[in-house]
């Protein structure tokens, strides 16, 4: 009881924390941070990767309507984001805004994963689509929403130092990426030697779900908010249509939500990865060599990023790694049945993206530092919220898309030759499509020019002057 008494005083003095210079972080914290990114893949990642072929193949429900289940949800997920966000500003308690989300939702998450790879038999066809709507709109709309904005914002409320910013982002996505790495990999082989069938996937869902809940709940336990918005009016609410017209009133803001719908948009590959193992290579397992293709230079690259965007700034170093993944991406193309050259060609293109997933975090954290100087009005958890909610509106799209495509294509189910329009299908999901969405971001991490004010925007913050107090020179405005 010492302990959590202890505990709870360290929370209140670093919750209390103005929004100015905040302490740098321990490297033992942002680990423990990333810990989180790492249970959380073992429920959204597993999910989707494994969903459709898993309801297609196993349970019997069409991609089509899996596609359609999954939009519909994620329609309404994107809606549930914006009033996470709200919530965890208007959230106070003894261990902060948003790590009591944390830790509270893990189980439940871990759990209903665990469900939605367990549809009962007994159900009939109308049963059992019920049963995944229903299991999926609350891991979507409600759970994994409620901990991800809660999540992600804590790189707002840990600190306002860029570079710890950046190495949050670096060291969240190199766990991520080991979580989906070991996902990509291991699925098959753990779902084969449980037995296969639903067997096998009743026992993989059953570790994964173990495997979500218990880092997010280490996670919501041990790390400490210290940069948390203080308003002008302290008994005021920060209340959703306020935040809602602050932000959107924003142009960085509203080119973060296109540069998050974008980044989950190009990730139809992680959806037709397992098609393209199957139907392009006729063998599953290609998956794996695939998986670590994408994801092993991912994790490498990500332990130097914050270095590269210290050495050269966060935007040159993006869009520079970007050019870098349109030329993998390209290659990918001209060698889309040769898995010697397209494992070469897919390394290029994940070395590219390395830099963008390491500063993703970090430029909404700078935005809703904008917005809260220009505004006066705290949006820490909110700005994450609406990020989080293109993100999963691209994501919903992303699932929908493969879904589609395949239908449309003329999958069929469990066939060992699969058509020509099929095949087309699965290669515009893994190669064509995603090279669009990252010409596209490249575009827009351009117009994202913000980065030579910020020193003197964290300045004006530290020292109170915000929304009608703040510098009317900086940002032309």
Do not use: H
């Not at 505004?375 to 898309?401: C, D, E, N, Y």
């Not at 095949?423 to 827009?444: E, G, Q």
């Amino acid at each position: 009881m010492e302990n959590l008494k202890q505990d709870f005083q360290e929370v209140e003095q670093t919750q209390g924390t103005k929004s100015g210079k905040t302490p740098k972080l321990k490297m033992m914290e942002k680990l423990t941070f990333g810990l989180g990114d790492f249970g959380a893949n073992y429920s959204w990642t597993f999910i989707a990767s494994f969903i459709t072929i898993y309801m297609t193949d196993t349970v019997g429900i069409s991609a089509g309507i899996i596609g359609t289940i999954i939009l519909l949800a994620r329609v309404f997920d994107g809606f549930s984001d914006i009033f996470m966000g709200t919530i965890i500003d208007n959230t106070n308690s003894k261990w902060g805004k948003a790590k009591p989300w944390v830790f509270m939702t893990a189980p439940i998450l871990g759990l209903l994963t665990f469900s939605l790879f367990n549809v009962p038999s007994a159900f009939g066809q109308t049963g059992k689509i019920v049963y995944v709507f229903v299991v999926y709109f609350l891991i979507s709309v409600i759970f994994y929403t409620a901990n991800n904005v809660a999540y992600s914002s804590l790189t707002s409320f840990m600190t306002t130092d860029e570079k710890d910013r950046v190495s949050l982002g670096s060291i969240r996505f190199i766990f991520a990426n080991v979580a989906v790495l070991s996902i990509s990999s291991f699925t098959t082989v753990l779902v084969s030697a449980f037995g296969g069938g639903q067997q096998g996937w009743t026992w993989t869902a059953a570790i994964y779900g173990l495997l979500c809940a218990v880092p997010l709940m280490i996670t919501g336990w041990f790390v400490k908010e210290r940069n948390v918005a203080e308003k002008k009016n302290k008994e005021q609410k920060t209340s959703f249509i306020p935040i809602v017209k602050v932000l959107f009133a924003n142009k960085y803001f509203n080119l973060a939500i296109v540069l998050y719908l974008l980044w989950y948009l190009r990730q139809t590959e992680t959806g037709a990865r397992i098609y393209y193992a199957t139907y392009i290579f006729d063998n599953p397992n290609v998956m794996g060599i695939l998986s670590t293709a994408s994801l092993l230079p991912l994790i490498i690259g990500l332990f130097f990023a914050p270095q590269i965007v210290g050495l050269y700034g966060l935007r040159k170093s993006v869009n520079a790694g970007l050019l870098v993944s349109i030329l993998g991406t390209g290659l990918m193309i001209f060698f889309s049945e040769n898995l010697t050259w397209l494992v070469v060609a897919t390394v290029i293109n994940a070395l590219g993206l390395v830099l963008l997933q390491a500063g993703l975090s970090a430029i909404v954290a700078d935005v809703g530092d904008i917005v809260y100087w220009q505004s006066g009005v705290p949006v820490q958890g909110s700005v994450f919220s609406l990020t989080s909610a293109g993100m999963k509106i691209g994501q919903g799209l992303t699932a929908a898309l493969v879904g589609w495509a395949l239908q449309l294509g003329g999958y069929v189910a469990n066939s060992a030759v699969q058509p020509d329009s099929a095949i087309f299908a699965i290669k515009s999901m893994f190669i064509y499509f995603p090279l669009i969405m990252i010409i596209l971001m490249f575009i827009t991490v351009t117009l994202l020019n913000y980065e030579k004010f910020m020193p003197k925007i964290r300045e004006e913050i530290a020292n109170g002057k915000v929304g009608e107090d703040r510098s009317r020179a900086l940002l032309g405005k």
